[in-house]
């Protein structure tokens, strides 16, 4: 029920903004759906896997900088961008998850860290890609008739790929596939005494984690027409596992509405306006993360489950 | 580049690496005996450095200003443990990673309204300023201070950790967490204790740094980064790792920041020397941490078990 | 059907393994006892694959299979059972069982069907459960199952997954005597349908169901042989005497 | 009352401009306000409004309302930002930016709307070049051009061999290579450090170890307060020369203090200027705020004055894009620095001149005139730009 209102909501922001004239939430919330499928691939793995990556912001960053690149020498065709993008991303991530997960636990967290903050650096020193400062890019991804250019089409492009990635992985959880991921969550020295070669199916999910956080980049790229290294700070993977934790790790929705309570809060927070006396507001505006730290706080010490997982019925 | 230099690389490397040490000493205790992911320890060293900054402004004593930024991340800590961290010991590991997340967010915002948005500065206590001449190169005196000081805390800790009874406990805590409790201990009192501790020894490495860098809000989280790479990389739950490990991790960094760039002219050409230099120097350690462990995930110096 | 050779493991300077020979042979129920700390658990991982023998082979249906991962041995017919249970807690009994059943038929690089509602894999997990008795409980979070029912459950789980040889490692542990009773029943039937390796320290269950004992001690045979030569064996006597003295 | 609706309606088809003037014209400010860097921010804040307010809250006769917003230094949330002032306020101007890469982020977004965008600081060479923009105009300087004066001036006082060092980011190797390009001696090392690192103990090692003529330093904002003082705690200061752009600033001053004297300071702007125009705005601006001018605030007041000119000269119409454009480009101001003009790529012509920093009369730290290396100086990269 949960889900479908908040899908519906969604469905709903383009002829909403349309008619009030307000252009700009047609962004904020392509933006939340941007980093709510982040969230959503990363969960795969940290939810359903008990993977704690602290590294996915890289993949959004290769999505991105797959855009960025190719349009850099010309390359407009957005079926070359994607397929750069995917092929890129799983090649790293077959590499990057082989060598990571012969850790389990903190060292898995640290190791993945590692990974990303060197190819952050990479970026960084990408001078012919802008380096630190970034790279803009020309023209949005050419999908023939599809014109992303329109900011309604992009937007519904972007809920469509969200929708698709929201069924293929309420799927997955629940095939063969996603047993094995998830048992091996709960007990992977007795699904290796079942006859699964455990590591292999972690691999595959980290792999197909990755590569949602490579879609992301992808639209994110397409959305704000720039690249940066700033995508995939350190900071950007930890918002990351914020936002599934705080949404719920146990469903597939869950992340989404994490990073929707994330950022528009924050958006709320920056217009607080609410008839207190002027200084308080003020302050408040000024002070805003102060604030979504406090929530943050008491969600993590008050729910088990996250806000998603509170409201919504467990997935199982 | 002459032995000189290179002796004097290493010395900026060690005094790096006892800051680390200093810091992620109370993180790997924390994490090994109560099994606690604490983001926000990087924000007790900013709150420490800040508290030492204000103390020393106000008084003009170094002394004053480290009984300050110890006793007031003491005090913080313990307060935050109780109030908010140990009702998540035996929660998720994801459960306490959202709210520390949380925590660092209040406490920068805390230092923001406090202190207002940008740096404080304070100057080199009097007796420690200039440099001292060494084999023809000038060290400050202030760098060697910290060496000093960081040395005598590992002394210290390495003495209450092997012989003092409470050392035995968080030994033994962090080996084998579950039999404190079954002997008999008032766990809770163990857990803050521990706790305060990691905590003035983060308020000690924030005031330390603090006349060489500037006190900022958010000046916690590069540092808690390269902090959690340093136990890791020396094994959690042990202060011998973490000691070796942010040895390690200081000179590795410094050393690959200051001979590197020169070493890839002498094999690429010039331009990309000087573009893949400072990024090959910033991934320096995390390649290290990446290569550690993965041929060794418990760490180079693990805690014994059993 | 299993053959060890020579098998060494040692940890430190304590030989946890030492130069053990044995021979099981198709069919039999084959009990192992021995005093604690007499190395049976760290036997049971090298027939599992969990841990690395120093030295010696492992032969399991006429194949070596000393340097296969858990999960080869596992496919390759070496099915066991856990000292302390361990379920999927967050599963529902059936789809414990499913796991297993999946395990068998195929790889499982499969991400659209839901698993539960796969016939192939659906039928055989509730064979399973019947023949453990859990029919009723198929559809119960294993979170709210009692302890000696997550132990049926085990079992159902080990037998789904068709075991050439099953190595059960202290199934009775915990279990009220009623239930353990049920067990040993149930076992009963299942003898002379697959090998069975059976680590226990009941010994009533030893006695009542081994078709031959092995009795381990300090990391060596001691003595090998039925129920009744085994009871007879004064060394066997002296090591058990030794070890209550110990114990206590 | 229907009368009085006619004679409403009849003066509102008639005088579009002064009904336009009821309502508050938006203009949008973007810079950094948060974090360390957030001081550069806020001074180019409080000198944008120093005329606003001197003016009763009016730019060309005309009411505005300053929307403040903050870029976090970081690129993705400038470019949020800039669309909800785009997108949801609809303001026809924005002014400021603080950082390069936040400029090159927001540039494209801005421009393309047919947006005004009055920079106040960042002057990335792209934009100088092939990149420029009709919409842009820019008020401070070309990244290069603040570090060739330096370099000019190294090359006057017979330097042989330097050491540069900069943020390892592109403005830091814009300035370095601004350095080069009029310094004649050796550069022997470029040394870039990670934009987010604090303590220099490696470099300085190096620094005197090598024993250069003179050392070149690329560090805004804390960066620079660090590595002024890092540099004096090592003993350094006074043995090696300390030339430097957006370093040794009127912010970073009052924490180098000491550390930074002697120092030298290549830029556009002091608070010594003699002229009417500098007087009056640093009078008026340590009268307010109580400290001396930045170069930061005298570049956005002079942003101010800039839209101060522009919209009175079209009468508060932004809307008539093509007359608001000739206007801006026509620059009818006179700035802090004397007289102003845009060169074809929107960005000034303009003396360069060097600084040393220095006690004033009042006794305080702060910036000295010593020379003017470069006079009518314009980018090296106008010529790539397309625009007449």
């Known amino acids: ?59 959004i960053g290769v ?254 | 580049m002459s032995v000189i230099v290179l002796l004097t690389q290493l010395l900026n490397g060690v005094q790096l690496g006892v800051l680390l040490f200093l810091l992620s000493a109370g993180l790997t205790l924390v994490f090994g005996i109560m099994n606690f992911i604490n983001l926000s320890h990087g924000s007790l060293y900013m709150l420490g450095a800040y508290f030492g900054a204000a103390a020393y402004t106000a008084t003009g004593s170094f002394l004053l200003a480290v009984v300050a930024a110890t006793g007031g991340s003491l005090l913080l800590g313990l307060i935050v443990e109780r109030v908010a961290l140990a009702r998540l010991y035996a929660r998720e590991h994801l459960d306490q990673v959202l709210a520390t997340f949380g925590l660092i967010l209040i406490f920068n915002e805390v230092a923001r309204v406090t202190w207002g948005p940008s740096s404080v500065y304070i100057d080199v206590p009097g007796t420690l300023v200039g440099a001292v001449d060494l084999l023809g190169l000038s060290y400050p005196r202030y760098r060697l201070f910290i060496i000093g000081v960081g040395v005598a805390v590992a002394v210290a800790l390495y003495l209450l950790i092997h012989r003092t009874r409470l050392g035995m406990l968080i030994r033994a805590g962090a080996s084998v967490p579950t039999m404190v409790g079954a002997l008999g201990v008032n766990l809770a009192r163990l857990n803050a204790l521990v706790f305060a501790l990691g905590a003035a020894l983060a308020g000690l490495a924030g005031l330390l740094a603090a006349p060489l860098m500037s006190v900022q809000p958010g000046m916690g989280e590069p540092i808690l980064i390269v902090a959690l790479v340093v136990i890791v990389t020396g094994g959690i739950g042990s202060i011998r790792g973490a000691f070796y490990g942010a040895l390690i991790v200081g000179i590795v960094d410094t050393v690959g920041r200051a001979f590197l760039p020169e070493l890839l002219r002498l094999m690429l050409s010039p331009s990309l020397a000087r573009a893949a230099g400072p990024a090959l120097a910033s991934m320096l350690i995390y390649l290290v941490m990446a290569g550690v462990l993965a041929l060794r995930p418990q760490g180079l110096f693990p805690v014994k078990h059993g | 059907m299993l053959r060890l050779e020579d098998l060494v493991k040692h940890y430190g300077g304590l030989a946890a393994t030492d130069h053990l020979c044995l021979e099981i042979a198709a069919g039999e129920l084959h009990a192992i006892i021995g005093p604690n700390g007499a190395g049976k658990s760290t036997l049971i991982g090298q027939l599992s694959g969990e841990i690395r023998p120093d030295q010696g082979r492992i032969v399991f249906d006429g194949r070596d299979i000393t340097r296969e991962p858990v999960h080869r041995r596992a496919l390759a017919g070496l099915g066991r059972s856990y000292q302390i249970s361990s379920v999927f807690t967050e599963f529902s009994a059936l789809e414990n069982v499913i796991l297993a059943v999946q395990a068998r038929s195929g790889h499982s690089f499969r991400f659209w069907r839901r698993a539960n509602t796969e016939t192939q894999l659906v039928q055989p997990a509730q064979a399973a459960l019947a023949a453990v008795g859990l029919s009723d409980l198929a559809q119960r979070s294993v979170a709210s199952l009692a302890h000696g029912e997550r132990r049926q459950l085990e079992i159902a789980m080990t037998l789904a997954s068709k075991p050439k040889l099953l190595l059960l490692d202290e199934p009775m542990a915990g279990m009220s005597q009623a239930e353990s009773a049920e067990l040993t029943q149930r076992l009963a039937t299942l003898k002379g349908s697959l090998t069975i390796v059976l680590v226990e320290h009941d010994m009533d269950t030893v006695f009542a169901l081994a078709d031959r004992v092995t009795v381990l001690v300090a990391g060596r045979t001691i003595a090998t042989g039925t129920g009744a030569e085994i009871r007879a064996d004064p060394g066997v006597r002296q090591a058990y005497l030794g070890e209550q003295e110990e114990s206590w | 009352m229907i009368r009085r609706l006619c004679v409403l309606t009849a003066v509102m088809l008639s005088l579009p401009a002064l009904v336009r003037a009821e309502t508050p014209l938006k203009i949008g400010f973007v810079a950094e306000f948060s974090g360390p860097q957030g001081a550069l921010g806020q001074d180019q804040f409080d000198g944008f409004m120093l005329l606003v307010e001197r003016n009763g809250g009016k730019l060309g006769g005309i009411p505005v309302q300053i929307l403040k917003e903050d870029s976090q230094l970081k690129p993705d949330v400038a470019n949020q930002v800039v669309q909800k002032l785009i997108e949801r306020e609809r303001v026809p101007i924005i002014v400021g930016l603080t950082f390069s890469n936040i400029m090159m982020a927001v540039h494209k977004p801005i421009t393309e709307k047919e947006v005004f965008l009055i920079g106040t600081n960042a002057g990335p060479s792209p934009i100088a070049g092939a990149q420029c923009s009709p919409y842009q105009f820019i008020v401070s300087w070309q990244n290069d051009t603040q570090a060739e004066v330096v370099g000019q001036y190294a090359q006057e006082k017979g330097y042989k061999k330097v050491v540069a060092l900069a943020p390892n980011y592109q403005a830091g190797k814009d300035f370095v290579a601004g350095f080069r390009r009029l310094f004649k001696g050796e550069v022997t090392d470029e040394i870039y450090t990670p934009l987010n690192q604090l303590d220099f103990s490696a470099e300085l090692t190096q620094l005197a170890a090598r024993k250069p003529d003179a050392v070149f330093i690329f560090y805004p904002g804390a960066l620079g307060i660090n590595f002024v003082r890092q540099f004096q705690q090592a003993g350094l200061l006074g043995k090696l020369p300390l030339l430097s752009t957006s370093t040794a600033d009127g912010l970073n001053l009052p924490a ?66 093509p007359a608001f454009m000739a206007a801006l480009k026509a620059a009818n101001f006179k700035s802090v620095r004397g007289s102003f003009r845009f060169n074809n790529n929107h960005f000034p012509i303009q003396d360069m001149h060097v600084f040393e920093v220095a006690k004033d009369a009042k006794g305080r730290i702060s910036l000295k005139t010593v020379a003017t290396p470069l006079k009518d100086h314009q980018d090296p990269y106008h010529t790539l730009c397309s625009l007449k």
């Open chain 1, 63 to 316: 999505g991105a900088y797959a855009v960025g690149i190719l349009d850099a020498h010309g390359v407009t065709g957005g079926l070359f961008h994607l397929a750069a993008a995917l092929a890129a991303g799983a090649a790293l991530a077959c590499f990057v998850g082989t060598v990571c997960l012969l850790t389990r636990g903190i060292a898995f967290i640290m190791i993945t860290l590692a990974f990303a903050q060197m190819v952050f650096f990479l970026a960084v020193g990408l001078k012919e890609y802008g380096g630190d400062d970034g790279l803009s890019i020309s023209a949005r991804s050419a999908f023939g008739p599809l014109h992303l250019d329109d900011p309604t089409i992009l937007y519904y492009a972007i809920f469509a790929v969200l929708l698709l990635t929201l069924l293929a992985g309420h799927r997955l959880v629940h095939s063969r596939f996603g047993m094995v991921l998830r048992g091996a969550k709960l007990n992977e020295r007795r699904m290796a005494a079942l006859g699964f070669p455990v590591r292999r199916y972690q691999l595959t999910a980290y792999v197909i984690s990755a590569l949602v956080c490579v879609l992301s980049g992808f639209l994110l790229a397409n959305l704000t027409r720039f690249v940066s290294p700033a995508y995939m700070q350190w900071q950007v993977s930890g918002e990351l596992i914020v936002m599934a934790v705080l949404g719920g790790t146990a469903t597939v929705l869950g992340p989404l509405v994490g990073a929707a309570i994330l950022l528009l809060i924050e958006e709320a927070l920056a217009a607080f306006a609410m008839g207190l006396p002027v200084g308080v507001e003020e302050f408040v505006r000024d002070h805003r993360l102060g604030a979504l730290g406090l929530l943050i706080v008491l969600a993590a010490v008050g729910m088990r489950r996250g806000v998603y997982g509170a409201l919504a019925p467990s997935a199982h």
């Open chain 1, 1 to 59: 029920m949960a889900a479908t209102a908040i899908l519906l909501a969604l469905a709903a922001v383009p002829p909403l903004c349309a008619a009030l004239a307000q252009p700009y939430y047609l962004t904020l919330f392509a933006r939340v759906m941007i980093l709510g499928l982040a969230a959503m691939g990363l969960n795969l793995v940290l939810g359903f896997g008990g993977l704690v990556s602290f590294g996915h912001a890289m993949y």
């Open chain 4, 256 to 321: 180098q203090k000491e550390a930074a004297l002697g120092m030298i300071s290549g830029t556009f702007w002091g608070p010594d200027f003699a002229n009417p125009v500098s007087r009056q705005f640093v009078e008026d601006f340590e009268k307010k705020f109580k400290r001396i001018p930045s170069q930061y605030a005298a570049q956005s007041f002079d942003g101010a004055l800039l839209l101060d000119s522009a919209i009175a000269k079209v009468r508060g119409n932004v809307a008539d894009k």
